[in-house]
């Protein structure tokens, strides 16, 4: 295995490849039990499993928040492990970010097992100080520790890696490669960053964008709580939240699709280079990224109309260079390539594929005119569903797959390739019984639902035993394989 | 108004082309040609799908500026309102100054909530969801609707306002 060589050398980023480990591997198991609440929650909708309404709103609220910071933290793991094959990164700095991170999770944890708080992962204001019995001030304030820990956590993160590729390449603008950008794409006599550089520097940027919002909405949320803020606005605190969560969500997307830009060409023979077009699309993301969120807001009406048209531009706007780029760019890398069939490579095709199904559900819902019947359905999950669970998520069980297997030397059975195909065949499913129910008006966040809406979430269940077969497999099988991988990772 | 339906078959149609364009570029993968034969073919296509992609969606931005459901758009395609209902939320109930509607009239409902936010989603007697606003503490929402079919209509809360969300529900006659 020459690629083993490869990669203790590189580098002496052995410190970073072992963090990197315990990052994807902590958010793959915090993500399956997110699955297994998200189980529970369609078997409830199936009536299958009767949950009483407080426990369904509570696990809906551990699900949505414990699912997004789960896969983030594998996403920002397996970054880290490509992006230190050409920037340094500290060991020591990655290790505290996910101490910060874990302890955020934990009052996140607290706050809905034990605290019964239930007003979903968006946690919009007033509800977390308004519940009326249901869950306690301390509550609450425990929710949104946990998430200012965790966005403290992700900035820190951020700092690191601008700081890394800006140090490497002698600048963020070169980080971003501008001279290249600006010249037309006429070579440069700097070095030029590899996309996944170029992606790092976006997210970080970004990052530092998207936590400084939700700092903007935690402190009057802090003041009102200690008497010093008589009313924090509910507008205000809604175009903060979905600033702060929506392009966190985004940013999570990005991190995994800069991992498909170092894992394919591993399968197709092929590099992924930063040729003009990726570098300019990469860089249009940084303001297309922050636009999008006003399509949250489409139905709150007090809203200035230039914001609700700025946010359907924007949805509009950020699924081209994603489109044209990113999936295109797949695409090509594969046509004709003789692709090395494997699980990460599965993965990574389901990924592309899937993810341009949860980009067109997203267009289409950020249309206002069509957001007036979707918002609020069943619609809006199954379109993040989609780009998560056959998008994002994919390309990072892919990447967290492909590293386990190359450090340890692993070697995948026929089994494992089916198990892959059918994570595939599981997801395509539970998503489909999500966008019928979305088109059938069958609204989200319902803890009960009507007989007649039942049938959609009975056929997800089947669907959704069978990802989670095919997720049990490929669980056995990485972490068979974590004890020599984490050795040869020095 | 948007047909729901409509939309999901136009997604379903679209999703089976792109399956057919990916089973088509994994079959190929079979062979095994140099990247730099298949790199100016992408470059183009790239180029003119980028064209393409863009015009499609200024044709449908700018047909759906007709959709809008906000109060200057919606009086211009349904006339300006005969009928003005109060409507307050809150945890977990509905107030109208009036339940019944007429037929054929355009309404508006002027929205609002005593504590937090609810969102005010308005089902017909088939149970699709035909229009909807949020109800938000401190602001007034105006939504404008004309109910052609009698009978009567569900309201639904669409924004999770506590635990018990998903009864917040009331009923609306149009005669």
Known sequence: ???????????????????????????????????????????????????????????MTLHGSGMVAASMLAAMGGFVAVLSRGVRLHSRWLWTVFIIYFLGAGFVILATMVGGFAAGWTALHPLPYESKGAWSLAAALAMYIGYLFVAVAFLLYCLQVLYATAKTYGGVTRALAWEYLFSGGRKTPNPMPRPVDIVGTVVAIDGVIAVLAGAILLLPLFGQAAGL???????????????????????????????????????TGREWKAAWPVVLALNLVIVLVLLPYFHHLYQDFAQ????????????YGVAIPAF??????????????????????ILMVLGLWGWTFGGMGAVIDSTIGVNQVMHNTLWVPAHFHSYYLLGAVA???????????????????????IAAWLYGLGGAGFLLMFFFSGANSVPRRFAV??????????????????LTLALAWVAIEVFRSIRPAWQRAQ | MINPQLVLAVFLVVGVVWTAVWAWVLLSSRQTVPYTEVAPKVTVLRRRLFWLILALMVVVFLVSMRLLPYRSIRAGVFGMPQLSIDVVAQQWSWTFSQNEIPRGVPVEFVV???DVNHGFGIYDP??????????MPGYTNRLIYVFRQPGTYMIRCLELCGVPHHVMVAALTVK
Do not use: C
Request: aromatic share 12%.
């Open chain 1, 324 to 345: 044209v780029v990113t999936i295109l760019g797949g695409l090509a890398l594969i046509y004709r390539s003789g692709l090395r069939w494997s699980v990460p490579s």
């Open chain 2, 126 to 135: 088939q149970g699709r969801l035909v229009t909807q606003v949020q109800a």
């Open chain 1, 449 to 466: 639902h009507l007989p007649e809406w039942q049938g959609f979430a009975q056929i997800a269940v089947v669907f959704v035993v069978i």
């Open chain 1, 395 to 417: 390309f990072t069980w892919a990447y967290m797959y492909h590293l386990v297997a190359e450090l340890s030397g692993a070697q995948e059975t026929r089994l494992s390739r």
């Open chain 1, 304 to 315: 200035v109309l230039p914001l609700h048209i700025l946010g359907q531009i924007g949805s």
């Open chain 1, 229 to 267: 803020v008589e009313r924090v606005d509910a507008l205000f605190a809604k175009n903060f939240l979905f600033l702060f969560g929506h392009t966190l969500v985004n940013l999570n997307i990005y991190l995994s699709a800069g991992l498909v830009y170092a894992t394919l060409p591993h399968y």
């Open chain 1, 1 to 59: 295995m020459g690629a083993q060589a490869q990669v203790k050398g590189s580098n002496g980023n052995g410190g970073v490849l072992r963090i990197a480990l315990v990052y994807m591997l902590t958010g793959f198991v915090v993500f399956l039990l997110m699955g297994l609440l998200g189980l529970l929650m369609r078997l409830n909708h199936a009536g299958f499993l009767i949950l009483a309404p407080h426990w369904f709103y509570r696990i």
């Open chain 2, 112 to 114: 609002t909530s005593r």
